[in-house]
Protein backbone atom coordinates (compact mmCIF):
# COMPACT_ATOMS: atom_id res chain seq x y z
CA UNK A 1 0.00 0.00 0.00
CA UNK A 2 2.81 2.34 0.62
CA UNK A 3 3.49 2.25 -3.21
CA UNK A 4 0.29 2.94 -4.37
CA UNK A 5 0.76 6.09 -2.18
CA UNK A 6 3.91 7.04 -3.66
CA UNK A 7 2.46 6.99 -6.84
CA UNK A 8 -0.57 9.13 -5.95
CA UNK A 9 1.45 11.71 -4.57
CA UNK A 10 3.88 12.03 -7.36
CA UNK A 11 1.21 12.16 -9.52
CA UNK A 12 0.00 15.08 -7.61
CA UNK A 13 3.38 16.35 -7.90
CA UNK A 14 3.55 16.29 -11.53
CA UNK A 15 0.34 17.87 -11.74
CA UNK A 16 0.42 20.67 -9.52
CA UNK A 17 4.10 21.55 -11.45
CA UNK A 18 2.04 21.52 -14.70
CA UNK A 19 -0.43 23.84 -13.11
CA UNK A 20 2.50 26.01 -12.45
CA UNK A 21 3.67 28.54 -15.28
CA UNK A 22 7.09 26.44 -15.25
CA UNK A 23 5.20 23.70 -15.97
CA UNK A 24 2.70 25.42 -18.92
CA UNK A 25 6.16 26.78 -20.63
CA UNK A 26 8.07 23.21 -20.07
CA UNK A 27 4.86 22.12 -22.12
CA UNK A 28 5.00 24.44 -24.96
CA UNK A 29 8.68 24.37 -25.42
CA UNK A 30 8.35 20.86 -25.58
CA UNK A 31 6.33 21.35 -28.21
CA UNK A 32 8.14 23.90 -29.98
CA UNK A 33 11.17 21.86 -29.74
CA UNK A 34 9.34 19.04 -31.27
CA UNK A 35 8.23 21.25 -34.33
CA UNK A 36 12.11 22.27 -34.79
CA UNK A 37 13.15 18.73 -36.00
CA UNK A 38 11.29 19.14 -39.08
CA UNK A 39 11.55 23.13 -39.29
CA UNK A 40 13.43 24.94 -42.30
CA UNK A 41 15.97 26.69 -40.12
CA UNK A 42 15.84 29.69 -42.54
CA UNK A 43 12.82 29.99 -41.93
CA UNK A 44 12.73 29.97 -38.15
CA UNK A 45 15.30 32.81 -38.52
CA UNK A 46 13.27 34.77 -40.96
CA UNK A 47 10.17 34.56 -38.60
CA UNK A 48 12.04 35.64 -35.81
CA UNK A 49 13.88 38.68 -37.54
CA UNK A 50 10.17 40.13 -38.65
CA UNK A 51 9.00 39.85 -34.88
CA UNK A 52 8.37 42.53 -32.63
CA UNK A 53 11.39 43.98 -31.83
CA UNK A 54 10.89 43.82 -28.34
CA UNK A 55 9.88 39.96 -28.80
CA UNK A 56 12.79 39.85 -30.45
CA UNK A 57 14.86 40.85 -27.27
CA UNK A 58 12.74 38.62 -24.97
CA UNK A 59 13.72 36.38 -26.78
CA UNK A 60 17.52 37.01 -26.98
CA UNK A 61 17.21 37.57 -23.32
CA UNK A 62 16.42 33.68 -23.14
CA UNK A 63 18.98 32.97 -25.61
CA UNK A 64 21.80 34.18 -23.99
CA UNK A 65 21.07 32.92 -20.60
CA UNK A 66 20.87 29.31 -22.37
CA UNK A 67 23.71 29.81 -23.74
CA UNK A 68 25.85 30.78 -20.63
CA UNK A 69 24.09 27.89 -19.05
CA UNK A 70 25.38 25.47 -21.92
CA UNK A 71 28.98 26.89 -21.49
CA UNK A 72 28.76 26.55 -17.47
CA UNK A 73 27.84 23.13 -18.10
CA UNK A 74 30.84 22.31 -20.46
CA UNK A 75 33.23 24.21 -17.62
CA UNK A 76 31.67 21.56 -15.27
CA UNK A 77 31.81 18.75 -17.38
CA UNK A 78 27.98 18.35 -16.96
CA UNK A 79 27.41 17.05 -20.51
CA UNK A 80 27.69 13.72 -22.68
CA UNK A 81 27.63 12.99 -26.39
CA UNK A 82 23.99 13.83 -27.19
CA UNK A 83 25.15 18.15 -26.40
CA UNK A 84 28.94 18.26 -26.46
CA UNK A 85 28.91 20.38 -29.40
CA UNK A 86 26.38 21.91 -28.20
CA UNK A 87 27.86 23.17 -24.56
CA UNK A 88 31.27 23.25 -26.14
CA UNK A 89 30.18 26.44 -29.06
CA UNK A 90 28.00 27.68 -26.18
CA UNK A 91 31.46 28.01 -24.34
CA UNK A 92 33.66 29.27 -27.16
CA UNK A 93 31.03 31.74 -27.25
CA UNK A 94 30.49 32.81 -24.26
CA UNK A 95 34.08 32.95 -23.19
CA UNK A 96 35.34 36.76 -22.88
CA UNK A 97 32.13 38.01 -23.76
CA UNK A 98 30.03 40.08 -21.68
CA UNK A 99 28.10 36.49 -21.09
CA UNK A 100 30.81 35.31 -19.11
CA UNK A 101 30.71 38.27 -16.88
CA UNK A 102 27.54 37.01 -15.42
CA UNK A 103 23.80 38.46 -16.61
CA UNK A 104 23.26 40.41 -19.56
CA UNK A 105 21.00 43.12 -19.34
CA UNK A 106 18.28 43.57 -22.32
CA UNK A 107 15.94 45.70 -20.87
CA UNK A 108 12.10 45.16 -21.73
CA UNK A 109 10.97 47.75 -23.68
Known sequence: MIWGTKIV???ENILKNYETNE???MTNLNEIIDDLRSANTDEIVNVVAREHRTNQQLLARNVFEILKHWSDDYEK?????????????ANE????????QGKIYLPYI
Open 9 to 11: TIE
Open 23 to 25: GII
Open 77 to 89: GNYDARNEATVRL
Open 93 to 100: MVSGSELS
